[in-house]
């Protein structure tokens, strides 16, 4: 297999000129519009160029027509907040951050019908090249990379990841941090990331003063600022502060009123992330999970061996955090019901290839079901997978829905998700930048 994965890196990608009708699905377009059924999906180089009913859309002349009568095309899952690099051999790494391991992972999130991850933050400055290499000329096989860099810490404090010193920002003074912010433009992020959390009371946590720093140099520079938070209370400030967007869910208390208006006065986005809490328990507890094909596709034979084994289970029962975790699920499914029935704008990240238990392309299924067991419906979980993390992002003008004018990432699946948000999971085809390929694991 990574001998493949190589092959496929090294090997320039042909351009496509070849003109597409895809006939006869019906298309979830990931806006508030209702599906398209019976549509015809035109595609011609990289784009979308046509879309409509096939009684009013006619086939052009000299397309291919792809017949996909009964199945249903929703577009590619943009994850905002996920991570490449942290993780080699089933174990998080100082070491792991190498252009092979990016690229292999890029290429996995790509197989499970994740077209664009944003990695938020713990990198190295490897990744602008990656990612300028993609845009220069669309070269390199896997999901479309977008990037915060390293992110903004605070020193001996969140982010606990086990990661070399020139993957994180670790600033002493509001002075420092608005160094680092400028040393972070020069590299034309696509956000900018900040950590306010004591992870259980167990570190310093960033004071207001570096991260108020921090929000408005970015927004001097035309930056967005993406906060990984836990606490109501931070949540709060941050708001107050001007933050853009919330990278995880609010977790110790249900958010109230008062948040919710200025989320909604500003348009603060909310990445619910509920897959980061479960998977710190849910592999032990519920081990039928470990029979699933797609998993085990996902996370391969070291961190399934893991998974399997007796000792983690006994870790994972025996740790004093995980009733703690347990109840910040809870609440992070219940805040998330309230805030999407607000009318917050709600976003999807699964923050993915931070640990071995957060497993790129089968967490971001998951977390659609997740989300939807919350109280969301399939189409608003779709929503903010699609349209809502390209919001975040900042590539909703190119990506995340299915639009004239927008480029060709886009699922065939074999049964439609809006009866059954699992039916994400049935990937027949993933069509990234135009160009059709085979999923990891191909429905049957």
Same mark, same amino acid.
């Given at each position: 297999?990574?001998?493949?994965?190589? +092959?496929?890196?090294?090997?320039?990608?042909?351009?496509?000129?070849?003109?597409?009708?895809?006939?006869?699905?019906?298309?979830?377009?990931?806006?508030?519009?209702?599906?398209?059924?019976?549509?015809?999906?035109?595609?011609?180089?990289?784009?979308?160029?046509?879309?409509?009913?096939?009684?009013?859309?006619?086939?052009?002349?000299?397309?291919?027509?792809?017949?996909?009568?009964?199945?249903?095309?929703?577009?590619?899952?943009?994850?905002?907040?996920?991570?490449?690099?942290?993780?080699?051999?089933?174990?998080?790494?100082?070491?792991?951050?190498?252009?092979?391991?990016?690229?292999?992972?890029?290429?996995?999130?790509?197989?499970?019908?994740? !077209? +664009?991850?944003?990695?938020?933050?713990?990198?190295?400055?490897?990744?602008?090249?990656?990612?300028?290499?993609?845009?220069?000329?669309?070269?390199?096989?896997?999901?479309?990379?977008? !990037?915060?860099?390293?992110?903004?810490?605070?020193?001996?404090?969140?982010?606990?990841?086990?990661? +070399?010193?020139?993957?994180?920002?670790?600033?002493?003074?509001?002075?420092?941090?608005?160094?680092?912010?400028?040393?972070?433009?020069?590299?034309?992020?696509?956000?900018?990331?900040?950590?306010?959390?004591?992870?259980?009371?167990?570190?310093?946590?960033?004071?207001?003063?570096?991260?108020?720093?921090?929000?408005?140099?970015?927004?001097?520079?035309?930056?967005?600022?993406?906060?990984?938070?836990?606490?109501?209370?931070?949540?709060?400030?941050?708001?107050?502060?001007?933050?853009?967007?919330?990278?995880? *869910?609010?977790?110790?208390?249900?958010?109230?009123?008062?948040?919710?208006?200025?989320?909604?006065?500003? *348009?603060?986005?909310?990445?619910?992330?509920?897959?980061?809490?479960?998977?710190?328990?849910?592999?032990?507890?519920?081990?039928?999970?470990?029979?699933?094909?797609?998993?085990?596709?996902?996370?391969?034979?070291?961190?399934?061996?893991?998974?399997?084994?007796?000792?983690?289970?006994?870790?994972?029962?025996?740790?004093?955090?995980?009733?703690?975790?347990?109840?910040?699920?809870?609440?992070?499914?219940?805040?998330?019901?309230?805030? *999407?029935?607000?009318?917050?704008?709600?976003?999807?990240?699964?923050?993915?290839?931070?640990?071995?238990?957060?497993?790129?392309?089968?967490?971001?299924?998951?977390?659609?079901?997740?989300?939807?067991?919350?109280?969301?419906?399939?189409?608003?979980?779709?929503?903010? +997978?699609?349209?809502?993390?390209?919001?975040?992002?900042?590539?909703?003008?190119?990506?995340?829905?299915?639009?004239?004018?927008?480029?060709?990432?886009?699922?065939?699946?074999?049964?439609?998700? !809006?009866?059954?948000?699992?039916?994400?999971?049935?990937?027949?085809?993933?069509?990234?930048?135009?160009?059709?390929?085979?999923?990891?694991?191909?429905?049957?």
């Amino acid at each position: 297999m990574k001998t493949l994965a190589l +092959a496929l890196f090294l090997t320039p990608l042909a351009v496509h000129a070849e003109l597409i009708a895809l006939k006869g699905a019906r298309v979830i377009e990931g806006t508030a519009k209702p599906p398209i059924d019976n549509a015809v999906l035109i595609v011609k180089d990289e784009f979308i160029t046509g879309l409509g009913p096939a009684k009013t859309l006619k086939v052009p002349e000299g397309a291919r027509v792809i017949d996909v009568k009964g199945r249903t095309i929703m577009p590619g899952i943009v994850n905002a907040h996920g991570h490449v690099g942290l993780v080699a051999h089933g174990k998080n790494s100082a070491d792991a951050y190498t252009r092979e391991n990016v690229l292999s992972q890029l290429l996995q999130y790509e197989k499970f019908g994740v !077209t +664009a991850v944003c990695s938020l933050g713990l990198n190295r400055d490897l990744v602008y090249e990656i990612r300028d290499e993609q845009r220069a000329g669309n070269t390199i096989p896997g999901a479309t990379l977008l !990037t915060a860099g390293r992110g903004i810490g605070v020193p001996d404090a969140a982010p606990p990841v086990p990661v +070399a010193p020139d993957q994180v920002y670790r600033p002493k003074t509001p002075e420092e941090a608005v160094e680092m912010v400028k040393e972070t433009m020069t590299h034309h992020p696509d956000l900018i990331k900040i950590w306010v959390d004591d992870v259980y009371e167990k570190f310093p946590k960033m004071t207001p003063d570096i991260y108020k720093a921090v929000i408005e140099e970015a927004h001097a520079e035309g930056a967005r600022v993406a906060a990984h938070v836990f606490y109501l209370a931070d949540a709060k400030a941050l708001a107050a502060a001007g933050v853009d967007a919330f990278a995880h *869910s609010i977790r110790d208390k249900p958010v109230d009123g008062d948040l919710i208006k200025v989320m909604i006065r500003e *348009s603060i986005d909310y990445i619910p992330t509920l897959t980061v809490d479960e998977s710190a328990f849910i592999f032990a507890e519920d081990p039928s999970l470990l029979k699933d094909p797609m998993l085990a596709a996902a996370a391969g034979p070291e961190t399934m061996q893991m998974l399997k084994s007796p000792e983690y289970k006994r870790k994972v029962e025996s740790d004093p955090n995980t009733p703690k975790i347990k109840a910040a699920f809870a609440m992070a499914k219940k805040n998330l019901k309230t805030l *999407s029935d607000a009318g917050v704008r709600i976003a999807f990240g699964t923050d993915s290839g931070a640990q071995p238990v957060r497993i790129p392309g089968w967490a971001e299924h998951r977390e659609l079901w997740l989300m939807v067991k919350a109280g969301l419906t399939p189409l608003q979980a779709i929503k903010a +997978a699609t349209n809502g993390a390209a919001n975040v992002a900042g590539v909703s003008r190119e990506r995340g829905t299915i639009e004239v004018g927008k480029r060709a990432d886009f699922l065939v699946l074999a049964a439609d998700p !809006t009866k059954d948000i699992r039916n994400t999971r049935k990937i027949l085809q993933v069509w990234h930048d135009g160009r059709e390929m085979a999923p990891a694991v191909a429905a049957k």
